[in-house]
């Protein structure tokens, strides 16, 4: 856990614009038709909705952790965030890893989940429970195992929980009065192909520095043919 990435003067705005991005989306897609896919009261790739969570998603502590971590380079694969209601199933509140159906043991992390908690996480709130040690093993524990072993990852608002990728998690069940809200971030080497295709939702930006490009995946798109991989290799090496 990663404490104090934001006070409660950011945190109201980050509230504010989850909520703005979800209630947009919602309007456009349709709130049945959500329900009807399981999918309601996920704000998806908010960056491409509120250019803001770019902000977020590059804050300096988490990508110097993420650096010592992964390596030199990176990308965003995910953003998203999760709304949890009072009261209120959420589809995420089955087990999952944010790899979805990758079931394999690895040496080392390919992604790492930064979960920033923008409300308190708790038992009372639903807190992220995850299944410690479960990114050594390939299929989801017995019963029994999960029983055992669960863990409620507790943080305050404004922290980032941070963990392998793999490891088995879900959403625990809001019992509080609050709704309890989270931005998702899975951080990838560039070989796995990104949930969102940042670059091409964007487009060319005068904004975007060259940190900024390299995390949103503008280094790392497929090349179409073998003279764009050329081309792209002179330019990283500086060959005219």
């Known amino acids: 856990m990663m404490p104090g990435l934001y006070g409660e003067d950011e945190l109201q705005e980050w509230r504010r614009r989850v909520d703005a991005v979800y209630a947009r989306r919602e309007a456009g897609f349709g709130q049945q038709r959500l329900a009807a896919i399981g999918d309601r009261d996920v704000a998806r790739a908010p960056l491409l909705y509120d250019f803001e969570f770019t902000r977020m998603a590059a804050h300096p502590r988490v990508l110097a952790l993420m650096q010592r971590v992964l390596g030199e380079w990176f990308i965003l694969n995910v953003q998203n965030a999760i709304i949890n209601r009072p009261s209120d199933a959420h589809h995420q509140a089955a087990w999952h890893r944010d790899l979805p159906y990758q079931n394999y043991?690895?040496?080392?992390p390919l992604a790492i989940s930064c979960l920033v908690t923008l409300d308190?996480?708790?038992?009372?709130?639903?807190?992220?429970q995850v299944l410690p040690f479960t990114h050594k093993t390939e299929v989801l524990p017995s019963?029994?195992?999960i029983s055992k072993h669960r863990l409620t990852a507790a943080a305050p608002a404004g922290s980032a929980i941070i963990f392998d990728a793999m490891l088995f998690h879900r959403a625990g069940s809001n019992g509080s009065q609050q709704v309890r809200r989270g931005v998702n971030h899975v951080y990838s080497t560039p070989i796995l192909k990104q949930n969102y295709d940042f670059p091409r939702a964007l487009g060319a930006r005068a904004d975007l520095s060259p940190a900024l490009e390299r995390l949103l995946g503008y280094s790392s798109q497929v090349p179409v043919d073998e003279r764009a991989w050329r081309d792209q290799r002179a330019a990283r090496l500086g060959v005219h």
Do not use: H, L, M, Q
């Open 120 to 128: 308190a996480f708790s038992e009372a709130t639903g807190g992220t």
């Open 105 to 108: 043991v690895i040496t080392r």
């Open 143 to 145: 019963t029994a195992y």
